[in-house]
Each structure stands twice: as structure tokens, then as C-alpha cells.
């Protein structure tokens, strides 16, 4: 797990980060085409139900206080200049556009991705994985395939559930604790959510679901090292999941509002 | 009805014990490891090690969101065509919120995980076994330095956070919309002030300490085996991430009271 394992300097560490970057990718396409060819339904759906039930509760409670967390922040900020209600437009347009699913994307990453990693890994290292492909079946198509669909449906759930807790609870606070008028609270807040942020997280979800998937069930099936080594690859999937979910929601915003602001600005 | 109100009290009683657990383990591990010289050598190479590990994940996930938060409020200022306000309303937002919260998430995440993972593998393989019948206590010398290496280590890896997200905004502000070099420094530091600062960094020794203690607490009382492993890997990273969120609102809202109060 330590990069000092490497003795040979920072050029043989740069190629080993290299080779493995590769063959994240190289894996992230087979367990797609595995995916999109051999899709297993039934096993979806019952990782689709489990991944709801176990992120969905911790998908709200950290959504609730993301959004309690930015409307008192955001009052702190904006009541020197006595723009209560504007708490709301801020909360409303960046909640909605980046916090909410960014953060039901880290959410799952870990809680189900680590899941995804902790399960593989232990089934690796107590050789289930060589048993299942000893009886001929491919564990690409049995176990990373249903993962990767269960999380690339689960997490625009997850992305429209935190979007309507983290506003809901932004409402709350406003209201309750900050003391601002619960009628334009609301009207500030409805007012900047536009219904194609709401897609666009949506489809952000499906996107950095498919991710987590493959990031954290490579490093469940690359596991070795008993017990060592299943809680060591759960640890680099959760870290390496947020890492991706971070640097994809970047690219998205760029692609998707950078451009055409820049432009503007 | 009586089922109703066991299965309300269940969950509630397991979180009573958990914290109560948590606490109890957490103040006798430190207690025995700052008072002993073996406990606090181990602290300080347990600190260099999370370090080391946090520091990359920690700037690739600050500088991202940072970028992220700079380019939608490009649009929001140049709406009211005020972009002269776009460098400190991000410095305030990368000292104040984004650097301690998210650097936090990633220690979770990093550290937290880590730290779990290897208590728990320690546990099942009866190493912290082995470590008692010797006479020595595994509290002093492999949970507690773990604990107070995170509270350490929080600030430091907030410091390298800031730093990360103060320089990938200046590229989106600089190189992205032209902005004029000098402009944005002079006008990124205004955003901030020292006590801004402090805030921070003081959010973030107890973020890091409760990310300590809880992974250590999940690690330290793993069971099951490999299986036990990753569970306790997988809790103690939700546990503490959501505990982070409520730390973070729970000081927000005592620095908001402070602030209409008109003490800050």
C-alpha cells in the first residue's frame, strides 16, 4: 500500500503508477464489454437493492448536512451585507449543480464501493474466484458486470435523493436556525434549482457510478495477502474512487459550463 | 407499539454504546501513549506515514474542486459583473469550508480506512494478542499513536489542501479568464483573514482526531476474519465521514451564533 515499498527511485515509481493506471484502463474496458454483452439482470437487481439500502441512509444524512453546513455558511458569509434569502440562491444553484452529487457519489464510493472491494478481495484471497473460473464461469461477467449496473442505476438515485434531502435541509436550518423567512427560503431556493442541473447530475451519477464500479471491484479482484491484503485494497478503493469521482466531476463542469463561461467571463 | 419502540430504541442504543465505546477506548489509548516515550516515538512515525500517504490524494481531490467551485463562479460574478470579486470570495471559500471539509473526507477516506484495516487485520491475526501477552500495551503502542497522529496531522494536510486549492484557482482565474496575475494575489488575500485561518486548521485537529479515534475504535475491536476486515474498513470510513459533516455543522453553527453575536 506504501509507495516506499519501491526502492528503485522515483523513475521505477512513476512506472509502476504508470503500468497500473494502464491496466486500471485496460480492465475498466473489458469489465465494461463485459457488462454491456452479458448483462446478468437478476444479480443486478439484488446488488441494485442492496446498494440502495445501504448507501440511501448515509446518502441522506450526509446530504442533510451538507446542505445545513453551506446554508449557515453561506448566512455567516452573506449576513454582513444582510442577504438572508440569498443563502438559498447559493445553496439552491451550487448544492444542486456540484455539492449534492459529488457528495452522493463519495457517499456510495464508501459505502458500497467499499463494499464492492471488501467482498471481491475476501472472495479472492480464499480462492472463490479461482473456484468460479475452475467451473468454467467468467467472474467478469458474474460478479463485476452486475456491480458495475447496479452502481451506474443506483447512484442517480442516490444523486436525486441527496439533491432533495441537502434542499430540504437547507429549508430546515435557514428557517429554524438562522432565523430567515421560511416563504422566500423557499421561493430563493426552488428559484435556482434549474431542471437541467438536475438531469445533468443525473446523468453525472450514472457516469461516476460506472466509475466507482470499475475502480473498486479491480481493486477487489487484483487483491493478494490474506487479510492484509483485503482491508489494504479496500482502503486504495475508497481513496482511489473519491480520487476519480473528483477529477471526473471536473472534467464534467469544465465540458459542461467551463467553456461557454470562460467565454463570457 | 412495543415493537415499533424497539426497533426506534435498537438502533439508538447501538449508537449509545458505539459512542460510548469509542470514547472510553479513545481517552485511555491516548492517555497511555502520551504518557509513555515508547507511545509518543510511535506517534511521530505513525504521523510521518499517514503524511506521506494523504498528501497525494489529499491534492487530487482539493485542487479538482477547487477548479470546480472556480469555474461555476465565474458565471456568478460575471452576472453581476463583478469579477474583481471572484478571487476573495474563493480564498474565503477554499480557507474557510472547502479545503478543511473536503482534505477531512480524504483522510477519512485515506487515513481512516487505513487505519481500520490495519488494526482490524492486527486483531484477527492476534497480533494485538500477542503484543498484550507480552506484557506491552497494544493500546499505548498501536492504537493511540494512530489517534493522535490524525489529530496531527489534520492541520498539516489542511495547510497542503489550501495550498493545492489557492493554486488551481489561480490557473482557472489566470490562465482560464485572463485575470491579471498581480490582481488576483493582491485581491485572493483580502478574502481571508488570520483568524480565518485559525478556524481552519482548528476544525481540522478535531476532524482529524475524531477520524482517529473512530477508525481506531473499528479496527481495534474488529471480528470475523478476513470478512471482519473489510467491514470494519467500510464502517469506520462512513462513520467518520458523516461524523465529520455533523463536527463541521456543529462548529459552523457555534462560529455563526459568534458572528451575529458580533464577538468574531
Known amino acids: ?265 | 407499539m412495543e415493537q415499533l419502540l424497539a426497533a426506534v430504541g435498537r438502533p439508538f442504543l447501538g449508537f449509545v454504546r458505539a459512542f460510548g465505546q469509542v470514547a472510553s477506548f479513545t481517552v485511555s489509548s491516548t492517555w497511555a501513549t502520551v504518557t509513555t516515550s515508547a507511545g509518543r516515538r510511535t506517534t511521530a512515525t505513525i504521523a510521518l506515514q499517514l503524511l506521506y500517504r494523504c498528501l497525494i490524494p489529499v491534492a487530487l481531490v482539493a485542487a479538482p474542486i477547487s477548479a470546480m467551485v472556480a469555474i461555476q463562479s465565474i458565471g456568478l460574478t460575471a452576472a453581476f459583473s463583478a469579477e474583481r470579486l471572484l478571487p476573495p470570495l474563493l480564498a474565503a471559500t477554499i480557507v474557510r469550508e472547502l479545503s478543511p471539509g473536503f482534505s477531512s473526507v480524504m483522510v477519512c477516506f485515506q487515513a481512516g480506512a487505513g487505519i481500520a484495516a490495519e488494526l482490524g487485520t492486527m486483531r484477527v491475526t492476534e497480533e494485538l494478542d500477542a503484543i498484550d501477552v507480552m506484557g506491552l500495551d497494544s493500546r499505548a503502542l498501536v492504537a493511540g499513536p494512530r489517534i493522535v497522529a490524525a489529530a496531527l496531522i489534520g492541520p498539516l494536510l489542511n495547510l497542503w489542501g489550501m495550498f493545492c486549492g489557492a493554486w488551481s484557482t489561480y490557473l482557472v482565474a489566470v490562465w482560464g479568464m485572463d485575470m491579471p496575475q498581480q490582481t488576483f494575489i493582491d485581491s485572493f488575500i483580502e478574502g481571508i483573514t488570520p483568524l480565518d485561518l485559525w478556524v481552519s486548521q482548528a476544525k481540522c485537529f478535531v476532524f482529524g482526531g475524531i477520524i482517529g479515534a473512530v477508525s481506531a475504535t473499528f479496527g481495534y475491536f474488529t471480528e470475523g476474519g478476513t470478512a471482519g476486515v473489510g467491514r470494519a474498513a467500510n464502517r469506520a470510513v462512513v462513520t467518520t465521514v458523516i461524523a465529520v459533516l455533523m463536527a463541521n455543522y456543529v462548529i459552523n453553527t457555534f462560529l455563526y451564533n459568534l458572528t451575529i453575536q458580533g464577538v468574531l
Open chain 1, 1 to 265: 500500500m506504501s509507495p516506499t515499498t519501491s526502492t528503485d527511485g522515483p523513475i521505477a515509481l512513476v512506472q509502476e503508477r504508470l503500468t497500473t493506471f494502464a491496466s486500471a484502463i485496460g480492465f475498466g474496458l473489458r469489465a465494461s464489454w463485459a457488462a454491456i454483452t452479458k448483462p446478468q439482470p437478476y444479480d443486478t437487481l439484488i446488488l441494485l437493492a442492496r446498494l440502495l439500502s445501504s448507501s440511501l441512509p448515509v446518502v441522506v444524512v450526509v446530504a442533510f448536512f451538507a446542505g445545513a453546513m453551506l446554508t449557515v455558511q453561506a448566512a455567516a458569509s452573506l449576513s454582513l451585507i444582510g442577504g438572508g434569502p440569498l443563502a438559498g440562491t447559493l445553496v439552491g444553484f451550487g448544492g444542486v449543480r456540484e455539492v449534492f452529487p459529488l457528495l452522493a457519489a463519495a457517499s456510495v464510493a464508501a459505502r458500497s464501493g467499499a463494499a464492492f472491494a471488501s467482498e471481491l478481495g475476501a472472495m479472492k484471497v480464499t480462492e472463490q474466484l479461482d473456484a468460479v473460473e475452475v467451473m468454467g464461469l467468467s467472474p467478469m461477467q458474474l460478479l463485476v458486470g452486475p456491480r458495475i449496473w447496479a452502481a451506474a442505476l443506483g447512484v442517480p438515485v442516490c444523486v436525486l435523493f441527496a439533491d432533495a434531502v441537502g434542499l430540504v435541509g437547507s429549508q430546515f436550518i435557514g428557517t429554524y436556525q438562522v432565523g430567515i423567512d421560511p416563504g422566500s427560503m423557499w421561493f430563493a431556493l426552488m428559484g435556482s434549482v434549474v431542471k437541467n442541473d438536475l438531469y445533468i447530475g443525473m446523468g453525472k451519477g450514472v457516469l461516476l457510478g460506472w466509475l466507482i464500479a470499475i475502480v473498486t471491484t479491480r481493486e477487489g479482484m487484483t487483491t493478494s495477502g490474506g487479510a492484509r491484503g483485503v482491508g489494504q485494497a479496500t482502503n486504495r478503493a475508497v481513496v482511489r474512487a473519491l480520487i476519480v469521482t473528483c477529477v471526473t466531476s471536473l472534467g464534467l463542469t469544465y465540458a459542461l459550463y467551463g467553456t461557454a463561461m470562460m467565454a463570457k467571463g
